[in-house]
């Protein structure tokens, strides 16, 4: 876990305070960033933006301030090497506060092709499954083969699918047992038993 704390660089027309911006790489690779209250009153809202060059920042979130002691945001964003935040406190008299910049490093918890089916054992002949992978073009290529290593069926599918729900038919005449589905993307591949019962 990598986590940054910096305090905020307040703009010469607002109120000097203190905002601790932390983020974290979770094991699954998604971003968990968290922020202390910005002095309540007067905080009218907290703009969170993301960076993949350390320069140029989108927004990704709007939070609106309350009562809170502490603020959060998780989000699933693919990357490699490094990614930024900070967080822009918008003030209800027109001045803003910016953080300094929150550098997280790519802990490697996520890497290549992540396929995942359920349920396992499947139902019927439909294998549903969801997957990801930092490929952006590459089609995913399955194949389900018996544990002799017969090809069974062949599937292709576009990125564009990539972190959607899918799922496949099996051949009507597959006896139940257990069969291998083995993904590929690119230079990436996985393989998962699943069961057909």
Do not use: C
């Not at 140029?56 to 603020?71: I, L, P």
């Not at 959060?72 to 910049?101: A, H, K, L, P, W």
């Amino acid at each position: 876990m990598f986590t940054v704390k910096h305090e905020a660089e307040a703009n010469t027309s607002a109120r000097m305070g203190t905002l601790d911006l932390a983020g974290s790489q979770l094991e699954d690779g998604s971003i968990a960033l968290t922020w202390q209250q910005y002095n309540a009153e007067g905080t009218q809202a907290y703009l969170l933006e993301r960076s993949l060059d350390g320069t140029s920042f989108e927004s990704v979130t709007v939070v609106a301030a309350g009562n809170e002691s502490q603020y959060g945001y998780q989000e699933n964003v693919r990357f490699t090497g490094r990614i930024f935040y900070r967080v822009r406190v918008q003030r209800t008299d027109g001045t803003e506060v910016y953080s300094r910049v929150a550098t997280i490093q790519d802990a490697g918890f996520f890497s290549g092709l992540h396929v995942e089916v359920y349920p396992n054992p499947i139902q019927g002949n439909r294998v549903h499954f969801t997957w990801d992978s930092q490929d952006e073009d590459a089609p995913l290529i399955l194949h389900v083969r018996d544990l002799r290593g017969t090809l069974v069926h062949v599937e292709t599918l576009d990125a564009f699918s990539r972190g959607q729900q899918q799922s496949l038919t099996l051949p009507e005449h597959l006896d139940p047992g257990l069969y291998l589905l083995q993904a590929e993307q690119g230079s990436h591949t996985q393989t998962i038993k699943v069961m057909k019962p």
